[in-house]
C-alpha cells in the first residue's frame, strides 16, 4: 500500500511537510504519466524560452514561440533539467514520469523532438520513460489535409511511428486534436482526431500496444470561440471545429487501441464536463483519462469537488495522474507556467489508498507496460 502523509493542503498555495511513506516500506512509487523537460537556455542575456507551452489563465506562459527548430545561442542541457525532474519525483513519491515533447507544427520555433530527450532515459531508465511523436508524428497530422493523405504519406508516418517505436518509447505523445494558444507567437492547432493519419496511428499503436497520449479541447458542436482562449491570443481563430464526434470515431476505429485523454478537468470551452467524460468512458472501452491539478477539478479550498470524486471512483481504472508541468534547469531556465506537480500529486490524499495506489501507479503500469 502507497501512503503520502501531508501536513495540509494550502488551496492554491503552499504544501507543508511532504512525506513520502510507502517508500521506506518497499512498496513501488507513483508512476507520471504527462511531464516535459526544459533543458536549453541561452548562452547569454537571460534564460530561454524553451518549447511553447500552454499559458494558464492567470499565470505566465511556458516559453514565447513553441517547438519546432532551436533558438539561436542556447545551449542543451537536458540531463540537468531530469535531475532536477527526479529530485521532485522523490519527494512526491513518484517513482517513474514519462517524458515527451509537446505537440508541434512544421518548423516551429523552439521545439525539440524525443531524440533530444533519448540520452537522459537511457541515462536514468528506472525513473524516466519515453513518449515520443510530438515532434515528427503531429507536424504530419496537422500539416496535411485529411483529402491529401497518400499511400507515400501513410507510410512515411508509419516508418516514423516504428522509429519511436523501436527507440524504446512507452506512448505516441504529445499529440492534439485542438490546442489553442496561449500566448502571442504560440500556435494554435486544430485537426479532426478521425484524420486519416490520427487512425492509422491508431492502429500502429494497437499493434505494439502502447497508448496514444492525446491533448484536446472538448467542443460537442462548431461553436464560437469561448471568451478564454479568445482573450489569451489573437491566433486562436473566431470560430472552432466539434472535437468530440471524431473523437468517438476515432475511439472506435479500433477498441484495441489505448487512447489517454490527457490534461481532462483543464477545460478552456467550459464543455469539459463530469458528465461529458462519464458518457464517453461508458461507451468506449479504450478510452484513459489523466488528471492533474486545476480549478475545474478542484473547488476554491483545494477539495476534489463531489461530481469528479464520484466519476473517478465509479471508474477506478480509467483515471491516471499526468501533472504536465515543464521541469528546467535551476537558475538557468524560467518557470513556465502554474508549477503544477506537487498539488497535482497532493489530490490522491484525498482519496482512500487502494484508489489511490490505483489511479498513482497500477493503472499507469499496466496501460504504459511500466514496471
Known sequence: ???????????????????????????PGYIDVHMHLDGRYRQQGGESGGPGGRRRPGGPGRGPG?????????????ESAAVNLISRMDRMGVAKALIMPPPQKSNQKGGYTYKDLLEVVRKHPDRLALAGGGGELNPMIVGTDSSAVTAAIKAEFEKKAEEIVGDGARAFGEMTALHFSFHEGHPFEQVAADH???????????????????HMEAVLKDRSLPPRPANMSSANPSTIK??????????????????????????????????????????????YCAIHESRQILDENGKIREAWMKLITDYPDRFMIGADTFIGIPGKTKSKGPDMFDKTWLMLNQLPPDLAQKIGRTNAARVYGLN
Open 196 to 214: 486519416p493519419l490520427f487512425l492509422l496511428l491508431a492502429d500502429i499503436a494497437a499493434r505494439y500496444n502502447i497508448p496514444v497520449d492525446l
Open 242 to 287: 466539434a472535437t468530440i464526434p471524431g473523437f468517438e470515431r476515432l475511439l472506435d476505429h479500433n477498441k484495441s487501441a489505448k487512447i489517454v485523454w490527457q490534461h481532462v478537468g483543464w477545460d478552456n470551452t467550459g464543455e469539459m464536463t463530469p458528465d461529458l467524460v462519464r458518457r464517453l468512458l461508458q461507451a468506449h472501452s479504450n478510452l
Open 66 to 78: 513553441g517547438p519546432g527548430g532551436e533558438d539561436g545561442g542556447s545551449i542543451k542541457d537536458y
Open 1 to 27: 500500500m502507497i501512503l503520502l502523509s501531508a501536513g495540509s493542503i494550502l488551496p492554491w498555495g503552499g504544501i507543508e511537510s511532504v512525506r513520502f511513506a510507502g517508500a521506506q516500506s518497499g512498496s
